[in-house]
């Protein structure tokens, strides 16, 4: 899981960071092909999310037992999101053919570029997560939300406290 339930206030922290065309310290691996001022204007972000209503989550598949992944070192290497998965920011997951949160038309989850074991995980997938009600976000292989949605018009905007979620 990458991604659950969203606080609005975070969703305005990305929007904020999203509007700061100055900031461009992740392009190299998150957007590296795409004008950050595109951001919002191609739908890879918005103002008001799905995350936000609890109702979206951001996932992906992985290979049990799932192995521990290190956290990010601020100031190593960007490698784009789009190259090779054995180049890329280490992570437990299946190969899918981008990283998570690339912002990149192969991203797209029937993007026809992406083909073999890649295509058969998203679509796999995709599959699974529609025969429980979650419909794809066709431009994120890894965005689903729940249909009917229970909030379909509220953007919850409670903290979430580290305790509730380590269990202690």
């Not at 190259?83 to 993007?111: I, Q, W």
């Amino acid at each position: 899981m990458y991604d659950c339930y969203r606080p609005q206030r975070a969703v305005d922290h990305f929007v904020r960071w999203a509007k700061d065309l100055d900031d461009q310290s992740m392009k190299g691996e998150f957007y590296p092909r795409v004008d950050k001022s595109r951001l919002f204007e191609d739908g890879y972000i918005a103002e008001k999310s799905g995350h936000s209503r609890g109702s979206t989550v951001d996932l992906t598949l992985v290979r049990l037992p799932a192995l521990p992944t290190r956290p990010y070192r601020p100031g190593e290497r960007l490698t784009p999101c789009f190259a090779p998965k054995s180049e890329r920011f280490p992570d437990n997951s299946v190969d899918m053919g981008t990283g998570y949160d690339c912002f990149d038309t192969l991203s797209h989850t029937d993007d026809p570029r992406i083909q073999g074991v890649q295509r058969a995980n998203r679509q796999f997938l995709k599959r699974t997560l529609a025969e429980v009600g979650f419909v794809n976000l066709p431009e994120e292989w890894w965005h689903f939300t729940h249909k009917p949605e229970l909030f379909p018009d509220t953007y919850f905007d409670f903290p979430v406290d580290r305790r509730a979620v380590a269990g202690r």
